[in-house]
């Protein structure tokens, strides 16, 4: 039996950015959503159960940071590793502890491709 295909939401305010990022993703039989911002996020997180979130730092209405304190005090969703994506985040401003790894924009993707792969092996898929 074939284990289902994990559930993966990248959540980017930048249309470039969100789809460059999907259309990477599509290719790695990965089931994709899509969010504009944190809130969308979080009305996509209700939708479906997500294996991982991939979340620029700097959005509108709420940023990533926010995005992931909302999921760590959902107990439907504290479990969701982040990855966060940024051009302006500074690695030394404090992350959530949901947020497993951090990649600066422009992406290198194999790095983040390596990454996706890493996470997901530790994550059952819904």
Known sequence: MTE???NVLVVDDEYAS???????LSGEGLRLYTAGDGQEALERLAEAPMSLVITDFKMPKMDGSELCLRM???PRYQHIPVIFTSATYRQDVPR???VVAFFSKPLLFKDVLAAVHRILKSVPSP
Do not use: I, Q, R
């Open 72 to 74: 760590l005090a959902d």
């Open 18 to 24: 969100l789809e460059v990022l999907a259309l990477l």
């Open 96 to 98: 959530p502890k949901n």
């Open 4 to 6: 289902a295909p994990h």
